[in-house]
């Protein structure tokens, strides 16, 4: 009997071996999961109701008219002449933003709250990408390499961008851990980087083309392969 139990122990040792190497074998043959820059972002922390988005530069403008003209108002040494003017701006602000429909005291309160939301959307990374094998196409700017010789680089969606764009949010901007042999030729041609995504967070400021630029990321992308799109 117990020689019995010894034996199906063994066979169920050995079958979970064989099903952990199975399992091993086919996540290192599949393919790397396709995924775009938007992908990356916590799909949670972007939808949020954002009251600003659709106003439109004039009204942004009126809204930040109203805004100053009161936090000057709030000043105790403001001579009668400064004083009256600013009240003529922020009342002239007011009308306009109502005349077109915009509560402008539910703008107002609201606006710490959707700020503190907007950054959340900016930091917040997507968990279901975290230790996937993804492909991602982009822009690769180069950072200084390792003694190795081996680097790291960042993929943006734009060319241009941390140079003459602004750069992505940090949930949208991967670090690329290169290999010595991965060589980027330049800033400017669209790139297919294939690897193991983590929510790695960095934060470095690196020399791009004429000036210093922060890197501030969500992710890390541990490179497989680093290549032109086809087409």
Known sequence: MIAFRQ?????????????????????????????????????????????????????????KLLVQSDEKLAGTDLDAETRTRLEARRTAAREVLETNGHDVEALLEQRWDVARKRQIARMATNP????VEVSIS?????????????G?????????????LP????????????????QVESLYLP????GLLRVEPSDETIFILDGESRMLSGWTLNAETVELPEG
């Open 138 to 150: 982009g822009y690769i700017i180069p950072a200084p390499p390792n003694a190795d010789g081996s």
């Open 152 to 164: 790291f680089g960042y993929l943006v969606p734009q060319v241009g961008m941390c140079s003459h």
């Open 191 to 194: 790139v297919r980087v294939s």
């Open 7 to 63: 034996r199906e122990v063994s066979v169920r040792f050995l079958i979970s071996v064989f099903v952990a190497a199975l399992l091993a074998a086919t996540q290192a043959t599949a393919e790397p999961e396709a995924i775009e820059f938007s992908d990356l972002a916590d799909p949670l922390a972007v939808a949020f109701d954002d009251p600003y988005a659709a106003m439109g530069v004039d009204m942004l403008n009126e809204l």
């Open 167 to 182: 750069p992505p949010p940090p949930n949208q901007l991967v670090r690329v851990r290169l290999r010595a042999d991965q």
């Open 128 to 131: 279901i990408f975290d230790g």
